[in-house]
């Protein structure tokens, strides 16, 4: 099946009254700015090539998933009435995810990431319509959003934790294998996410996705944690390690593109932790 067939609604961008702030290709001019370079930027994220052009096309990705999926004009309806707009118009909506894809831009800037790579024993990452993951830590009480790209890769984004001196368009600070308990949790969190439609998969994994319906969306984290390979005890701990800190300022590739850190790596004592919606 061709992905352009997969969970595909006509009509969600139309505008009914076009103007100079509000085109009426104003959604397809956003999504030609990264559609085109982003299938080959995944697989540099695959292969580890990827450049500092990439990670901008994944970054525009990521920053669109907020607006593209189908249950955002519920959402932004709700912030319009919260506006003192008691009918909105389809116009309204559009205007409301104009402003969420700039300020979701705001909010990325504010956060630290990761690239999340498949680990042998695990299944692969499976997508559902809206595109994106929500996940809380519990003990940490920090947030975040996981953002598959491919049944191998993802990227991972903690929120509200940037240093004043990051620049978050060089690339992830850290790389991590997840394992398959790991995965496991995110693919459960990724059927259970509110008012999703979907998941998709790949063809093999159709046994797989049945499965998901049957689980909870909260599951308690093995003692070793997630990632294979280190002892991160939960999914956002690299984002204060000293090695993820020091690849920000020392470990660069020729192009800027920051080298993940070794899978080996220590990263502290290793304690259960949990995860959820």
Request: aromatic residues 8%.
């Amino acid at each position: 099946m061709k992905a352009e067939n997969i969970a595909y609604q006509y009509g969600i961008y139309d505008v009914d009254a076009p103007s100079s702030d509000l085109p009426a290709d104003f959604a397809e001019t956003m999504w030609q700015e990264y559609e085109g370079t982003l299938p080959a930027a995944i697989r540099a994220l695959e292969q580890g090539t990827f450049t500092r052009d990439d990670w901008k096309s994944v970054l525009l990705h990521v920053q669109a998933q907020s607006i593209r999926h189908p249950d955002y004009d519920r959402v932004a309806i709700t912030y319009i009435q919260e506006d003192g707009v008691p009918s909105p118009e389809r116009d309204h909506v559009q205007r409301q995810r104009q402003t969420t894809f700039r300020e979701t831009r705001q909010w990325m800037a504010n956060a630290r990431f990761a690239l999340i790579r498949r680990g042998t024993a695990a299944p692969r990452f499976v997508l559902n319509d809206k595109g994106y993951i929500p996940m809380h830590d519990t003990q940490l009480d920090l947030r975040g959003v996981l953002f598959p790209l491919s049944g191998e890769t993802a990227v991972l984004m903690v929120v509200g934790v940037a240093l004043p001196t990051d620049d978050y368009e060089v690339g992830p600070i850290a790389e991590r294998i997840l394992n398959a308990k790991g995965m496991e949790i995110v693919n459960q969190i990724a059927w259970t996410v509110p008012e999703i439609t979907c998941v998709m998969g790949h063809p093999d994994d159709a046994d797989y996705l049945l499965q998901l319906s049957e689980t909870g969306p909260t599951v308690r984290l093995p003692r070793l944690g997630p990632y294979g390979g280190n002892r991160d005890p939960g999914f956002y701990h690299w984002r204060w390690t000293a090695s993820a800190c020091r690849l920000r300022s020392k470990a660069r590739t020729s192009d800027g593109v920051p080298r993940p850190p070794r899978h080996g790596a220590s990263t502290g004592r290793s304690r259960s932790g949990r995860s959820g919606q």
